[in-house]
Every structure is written in structure tokens, then in C-alpha cells.
């Protein structure tokens, strides 16, 4: 399984009928590779959530699983990114948004 995961959606007009909507996925084990592609889609208009591969910090049924890293969204609004370091899981800083 690779190290990181993106997933990205853009969806424009009413969810009973957009004129867009679209998906996007990728993985990778370099994260400069998941980022650079991150950043390509959120200037396409995607909204764009990057995940890490890991153990889990928490009793789960399963060891391993998917953990967000970071969330971006096109303009107008700024990037809204989580709090946790891509490498180590630590948070960056103070809490996670909800």
C-alpha cells in the first residue's frame, strides 16, 4: 500500500443538478509527488483532501489505516489545512478544525 492518498472532488451548481462534478484519486509513496498533484487539481477548482498511510493511534479493528493530513480548496476562500505533519502524524499546531 502506498504512503499517501489524495482524493479530490469538484463540484460546481446544485447537488440535484450540477454542471460539474467530478473525482479525482491518486497514491504515491512520495509526498512531494501527492502535494505537486494536490496543488495542480485545487487550481482546476478541486477540493482536495491528502491522507496518510499509518498505524493507528487509536484501539480500531483494523491496525493500519487512512489519516488526514491536509485539506485544500480552491479560491476564493484560503486553504483550510489540518494539523498534522505528514511524516510524523504530531500535530503542527494548536487543534484540529472540525
Known amino acids: 500500500m502506498h504512503r499517501f492518498h489524495l482524493?479530490?472532488?469538484?463540484?460546481?451548481?446544485?447537488l440535484s443538478a450540477p454542471t460539474r462534478d467530478e473525482t479525482r484519486?491518486?497514491?504515491?509513496?512520495d509526498w512531494n509527488t501527492v502535494r505537486a498533484e494536490a496543488d495542480r487539481l485545487v487550481a482546476?477548482?478541486?477540493?482536495?483532501?491528502?491522507?496518510?498511510?499509518?498505524?493507528n493511534t487509536?484501539?480500531?479493528?483494523?491496525?493500519?489505516g487512512l489519516h488526514l493530513v491536509e485539506t485544500l480548496r480552491p479560491e476564493p476562500g484560503p486553504p483550510s489545512r489540518t494539523s498534522a505533519s505528514p511524516?510524523?502524524?504530531?500535530?503542527?499546531?494548536?487543534?484540529i478544525p472540525s
Request: glycine letters at 12%; charged letters at 20%; a positive charge.
Open 25 to 29: 484519486r491518486a497514491t504515491s509513496d
Open 58 to 64: 487509536r484501539p480500531a479493528l483494523h491496525p493500519h
Open 7 to 14: 482524493q479530490a472532488r469538484c463540484l460546481v451548481g446544485p
Open 87 to 95: 511524516v510524523s502524524g504530531k500535530p503542527l499546531s494548536g487543534r
Open 44 to 55: 482546476d477548482g478541486f477540493t482536495v483532501w491528502l491522507f496518510r498511510y499509518g498505524p
